[in-house]
């Protein structure tokens, strides 16, 4: 006969045991986590932006303001979309206004003997090789990426000047497949801004749904724990720096259907200041491993307003160069205290 204490035992064991409660995540959390909290922070800025400028000048919101600056970010923001790869592959390209430059011109004098679609296509030939060519100098050089694109940024801009005498090359504006990407629309919306659209989307998918995406966040975060794990790091920094060129040359191509000419200086010169700007500002780590696309181009866009704010405000035009640089100062700033590592020269 069982004793009261073990019948008490057995009721209580053969009890179900109550599945632990989980408090329900508020709406607003999940927003921020799919945003990102770096992006929220963009957002703000933005907003805070257009509230300041568009209240000074009521010209901000105007419909043809507004494709302004869509048009004017459109080449700075390919660049700034590959370099956010770069960035978060642990390197850096600072010769990509250079490559660009130097297909800008490229495509105009092969256009004049050739046409528009040899004279794309050279470009994009080219700067794949200009690509190839820095990748080759960090891999089979053991150059720092820093020390050879910076080295790279003057060799191509020189070169540019060098096939075009210094002056602007050809003449595209009676082209129509260049006035098309010029002036163009679709849906209402300026080829440029599609172009750019198009570019950040396949970059997104990129990093984010594809194993190639993933080897180059693992790349920039442990390069010595992805070689264990048997990626090729020569191979994927070959390969990412050839992207970069693609693109450049896209940038290049898209400066000489907006000027009707090619370019090897005007409209190229402080790209690569602005690209670096926008993928820091978004939210990539300056070390690697860290970044997104959705960041950059929400850092583009505030570049943007910031500069088209400051031109309808008659601010002088030289101060959007130190706008900049103190934008990149800050955003490394954030970067090092998120980080929570020893500044250096600081104690403890």
Known sequence: MTSQRERSTTVLTDQPTPATEV???????????????????????????????GLQNPLFFTVGNLRVIGTAIAISGLLAVVQTI????????????????????ASAMIFTVAGPALGVAGALAIGIACGLLNGCIIVFGRVNPVIATLATLAAYKGLAQLISDGRAQ?????DGFFAFLARGTVIGVPVLIWVLVIVAALAHILLRFTSIGRNIYAVGG???ASRLAGININRYILGVYMLTGAVAAIAGILITARTGSGQPVSGSEGLELESITAAALGGAALKGGKGTIAGTILAVILLGILINGMTLLGVNSFWQNVAQGALLVLAVVIQQLRSGERRIGLPG
């Open 23 to 53: 408090a329900p995540e508020n709406w607003y959390r999940r927003i921020v986590r799919a945003i990102g909290v770096q992006n929220i922070s963009l957002l703000m800025a933005i907003v805070f932006l257009l509230l300041v400028i």
């Open 86 to 105: 770069v960035i978060i592959m642990g390197a850096l390209d600072i010769s990509v206004g250079s490559i660009a430059g130097l297909t800008s011109v």
């Open 170 to 174: 050809g003449y595209t504006g009676a």
């Open 222 to 224: 442990n390069d010595i």
